[in-house]
């Protein structure tokens, strides 16, 4: 689906993922393992060829994020681009679970480590904040994992906050406090904060909803009613 000129979500459950289109495609995050196909057949569709992606941009290592990334990789001949921070997490180096908050948080970061091993991939680029991808801005935004990143688009004025604003998730974190699966619910507020101070229009992140207007501002309120 095409959200603004150029932008375009893939629909994909549970988390989706977005294609920025430029001389070189990028691709932002890959969904669970088993959407390969899928992903390619949006680009045929778009009219652009699969190889014309430069780069897959992981916002962090999380399964329903990296999922496709080393079929992809691949097939397409791209890049894989993270923080440097996730990078051994992605390669399957560092012990994703001893990142968990609760038990049952580290029960299924364990379980997905193990289940797939097979959807570990090398990271060619490792990224820092203030990095740019095309013309993406690559902010670091530690708590929902160590390394996370949200990209901005200034040009176009769209954030991609990864999972560090998960529309759905935020309405739930108001009634139900943090996100159970973040690593430092201090650190990802602190990171919140970051991102309420950058100007954009529309909020896009992975999971089910967006927000198309006053981005910005929906992640002021979030703070808001979150982080005090
Ligand atoms: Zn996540």
Redesign the pocket.
Known sequence: MKIVDGVHRIRLFP?SVYLVEGEKLILIDTGVPGYTGRILRYIRKMGRDPRDIGFIVL??H?I??IGNARRLKHITGSKVVAHEIEAPYIEGKQRVWKDGRIWWTRLLLWIGHMMFKKCFTKVDIKLRDGDKIGNLKVIHVPG??KG?IALLDEHRRILFP??TV?YTLAYMRLKKGPNP??WDVNKECESLKKLANFDYELLLP?DLKIVTQRGAEFVRQFVHHACN
């Open positions: 988390s916002t962090h999380h329903d994020h929902h994992t996370s990864g999972d998960p699966y973040s992975n």
